[in-house]
Protein backbone atom coordinates (compact mmCIF):
# COMPACT_ATOMS: atom_id res chain seq x y z
CA UNK A 1 0.00 0.00 0.00
CA UNK A 2 2.63 2.28 0.83
CA UNK A 3 6.39 2.29 -0.22
CA UNK A 4 9.44 4.21 1.33
CA UNK A 5 12.17 4.36 -1.74
CA UNK A 6 16.02 5.53 -0.06
CA UNK A 7 18.43 7.34 -1.92
CA UNK A 8 21.55 9.12 -1.14
CA UNK A 9 24.06 7.08 0.00
CA UNK A 10 27.59 6.42 -1.20
CA UNK A 11 31.41 6.41 -0.04
CA UNK A 12 32.63 10.22 1.73
CA UNK A 13 35.95 10.46 3.59
CA UNK A 14 35.47 11.72 6.91
CA UNK A 15 34.55 15.09 7.57
CA UNK A 16 32.42 14.71 4.51
CA UNK A 17 28.73 15.12 4.09
CA UNK A 18 25.52 13.39 2.61
CA UNK A 19 22.38 14.15 1.90
CA UNK A 20 19.65 11.03 2.33
CA UNK A 21 15.92 11.06 1.12
CA UNK A 22 13.14 9.05 1.52
CA UNK A 23 10.08 9.32 -0.51
CA UNK A 24 6.80 7.71 0.60
CA UNK A 25 4.40 6.85 -1.77
CA UNK A 26 1.01 4.72 -2.41
CA UNK A 27 -2.38 4.99 -0.19
CA UNK A 28 -0.98 7.88 2.18
CA UNK A 29 -3.70 10.14 3.88
CA UNK A 30 -1.13 11.25 6.56
CA UNK A 31 2.41 10.68 7.61
CA UNK A 32 2.95 10.96 10.69
CA UNK A 33 6.51 10.58 12.51
CA UNK A 34 9.64 10.01 10.32
CA UNK A 35 12.48 8.55 11.58
CA UNK A 36 16.30 7.31 10.31
CA UNK A 37 17.43 4.57 11.65
CA UNK A 38 20.97 2.83 11.02
CA UNK A 39 22.19 -0.52 11.29
CA UNK A 40 26.94 -1.70 11.42
CA UNK A 41 27.95 -5.06 10.64
CA UNK A 42 27.14 -7.21 13.80
CA UNK A 43 25.08 -4.50 15.71
CA UNK A 44 21.53 -3.87 16.05
CA UNK A 45 19.68 -1.38 14.29
CA UNK A 46 19.37 1.98 16.27
CA UNK A 47 17.58 5.14 15.90
CA UNK A 48 19.74 8.00 14.37
CA UNK A 49 17.09 10.72 14.25
CA UNK A 50 13.28 11.25 13.75
CA UNK A 51 10.75 13.97 13.16
CA UNK A 52 7.06 14.36 13.70
CA UNK A 53 4.02 16.10 11.63
CA UNK A 54 4.52 19.07 13.41
CA UNK A 55 8.16 19.18 12.83
CA UNK A 56 9.22 18.23 16.49
CA UNK A 57 12.99 16.45 16.13
CA UNK A 58 14.66 14.10 18.34
CA UNK A 59 18.80 12.77 17.66
CA UNK A 60 20.71 9.88 18.76
CA UNK A 61 23.69 11.25 20.93
CA UNK A 62 26.84 10.33 18.38
CA UNK A 63 24.77 12.30 16.06
CA UNK A 64 23.78 15.67 17.84
CA UNK A 65 25.19 18.80 15.65
CA UNK A 66 26.45 16.84 12.89
CA UNK A 67 22.94 15.73 11.55
CA UNK A 68 19.74 17.42 11.04
CA UNK A 69 16.66 15.39 10.23
CA UNK A 70 13.82 17.55 7.98
CA UNK A 71 10.81 17.00 6.17
CA UNK A 72 8.39 18.31 3.12
CA UNK A 73 5.20 17.12 4.53
CA UNK A 74 3.40 18.37 0.53
CA UNK A 75 5.40 15.70 -1.29
CA UNK A 76 6.09 12.88 1.56
CA UNK A 77 9.66 13.46 1.25
CA UNK A 78 12.09 13.13 4.33
CA UNK A 79 15.22 13.99 4.40
CA UNK A 80 18.87 12.89 6.78
CA UNK A 81 21.58 15.99 6.15
CA UNK A 82 24.77 14.35 7.33
CA UNK A 83 27.35 16.30 8.07
CA UNK A 84 31.55 16.36 9.38
CA UNK A 85 31.30 11.96 9.07
CA UNK A 86 32.81 9.92 10.74
CA UNK A 87 34.24 5.98 10.01
CA UNK A 88 31.64 4.99 12.92
CA UNK A 89 28.67 6.22 11.12
CA UNK A 90 29.35 3.40 8.16
CA UNK A 91 26.06 1.89 8.69
CA UNK A 92 22.70 0.68 6.19
CA UNK A 93 20.44 3.62 7.10
CA UNK A 94 16.68 2.71 6.86
CA UNK A 95 14.32 5.33 6.49
CA UNK A 96 11.01 4.70 8.58
CA UNK A 97 7.54 6.14 8.61
CA UNK A 98 3.92 5.69 10.65
CA UNK A 99 1.70 6.32 8.15
CA UNK A 100 -2.27 6.65 8.11
CA UNK A 101 -3.58 5.22 4.87
CA UNK A 102 -6.76 6.16 3.04
CA UNK A 103 -9.56 4.13 3.66
CA UNK A 104 -13.15 3.93 5.96
CA UNK A 105 -10.87 3.05 9.25
CA UNK A 106 -8.11 5.07 8.16
CA UNK A 107 -5.40 2.95 9.83
CA UNK A 108 -1.55 3.55 10.57
CA UNK A 109 1.01 1.14 9.85
CA UNK A 110 4.95 1.23 10.44
CA UNK A 111 6.62 1.13 6.85
CA UNK A 112 10.33 0.91 6.17
CA UNK A 113 12.95 1.59 3.01
CA UNK A 114 15.00 -0.90 1.87
CA UNK A 115 18.21 0.84 3.00
CA UNK A 116 21.06 2.51 2.06
CA UNK A 117 24.56 2.01 2.15
CA UNK A 118 26.63 4.88 3.93
CA UNK A 119 30.71 4.21 3.73
CA UNK A 120 32.77 6.82 5.61
CA UNK A 121 36.73 5.91 4.43
CA UNK A 122 39.53 7.74 3.39
Known amino acids: QVQLVESGGGLVQPGGSLRLSCAAS????????MGWYRQAPGKERELVADITSGGSTDYADSVKGRFTISRDNANNTGYLQMNSLKPEDTAVYYC????????????????WGQGTQVTVAS
Open 26 to 33: GSIFSINA
Open 96 to 111: NAKVTVNGWSKPTYDY
